[in-house]
């Protein structure tokens, strides 16, 4: 089945740590997202790429870093330089424009500093 | 500033009750505006509208857009304990997406 993977589920970090949030697709989508969601806000955009090798920043890049080396895949890493990194994460994707086709989600990472 | 406004925050009915959710944008370059409904994890699609007074339906939901208002609702008929969820709009101007905070819906039995 086509899909957006996301790991891990939950994602335990110390203070000053690096990790990465792995997100991966098999629907040949050409744009991927993403996400942060944090309680009684919205999801606000991080990074979103629309082709390999290129992406860009969205509201809230600072802290975080990406690469695009595949179609298929679309990691996130969330620095230490990222004040305050507990939060719901989720990555998307899309055919292209998805003002004319909308997201698809994965099932989301829950980052929590310890 | 382009923001997404859903009111109310939080809801909760009882089943068979009929709600209304409210979404009003204002952001440049509008294209079109998405409602999503989120469980426990990722969102999921429910509607995607571009055109004013044009409903869009599926089963219990509908939803509706007006362009001149800038606002868009949703609204769930008979509502049953499985449309509990946080229900999210989303307006789109082109690359960008601007969401909501979500309408939280808690239907009791």
């Known amino acids: 089945d086509g899909g957006i993977t996301q790991s891990p589920k939950y994602l335990f970090r110390k203070e000053g740590q690096n990790v990465t949030l792995s997100c991966e697709q098999n629907?040949?989508?050409?744009?991927m997202y993403w996400y942060r969601q944090d309680p009684g806000q919205g999801l606000r955009l991080i990074y979103y790429?629309?082709?390999?090798?290129?992406?860009q920043k969205g509201d809230i890049a600072e802290g975080y870093s990406v690469s695009r080396e595949k179609k298929e895949s679309f990691p996130l890493t969330v620095t230490s330089a990222q004040k305050n990194p507990t939060a719901f994460y989720l990555c998307?994707?899309?055919?292209?424009?998805?003002?004319?086709?909308?997201?698809?989600f994965g099932s989301g990472t829950r980052l929590t500093v310890v | 500033e382009d923001k997404v406004v859903q009111s109310p925050l939080s809801l909760v009915v009882h089943e068979g009750d009929t709600v209304t959710l409210n979404c009003s944008y204002e952001?440049?370059?509008?294209?079109?505006l998405l409602w999503y409904k989120q469980e426990k994890k990722a969102p999921t699609f429910l509607f995607m509208l571009?055109?004013?007074?044009i409903e869009k339906k599926s089963g219990r939901l509908s939803s509706i857009l007006d362009k001149k208002e800038l606002f868009s609702i949703l609204n769930i008929t008979a509502t049953q304990t499985g449309d509990s969820a946080v229900y999210l709009c989303?307006?789109?101007?082109?690359?960008?997406?601007?969401f909501g905070t979500g309408t939280s819906l808690t239907v009791i039995p």
């Open positions: 998307a994707s899309s055919i292209g424009d998805a003002g004319s086709y909308g997201y698809t």
């Open positions: 629907l040949n989508h050409d744009a």
């Open positions: 790429s629309q082709i390999v090798n290129d992406f």
């Open positions: 952001v440049t370059n509008f294209r079109s």
């Open positions: 571009t055109s004013s007074g």
């Open positions: 989303a307006a789109n101007t082109g690359n960008q997406f601007y």
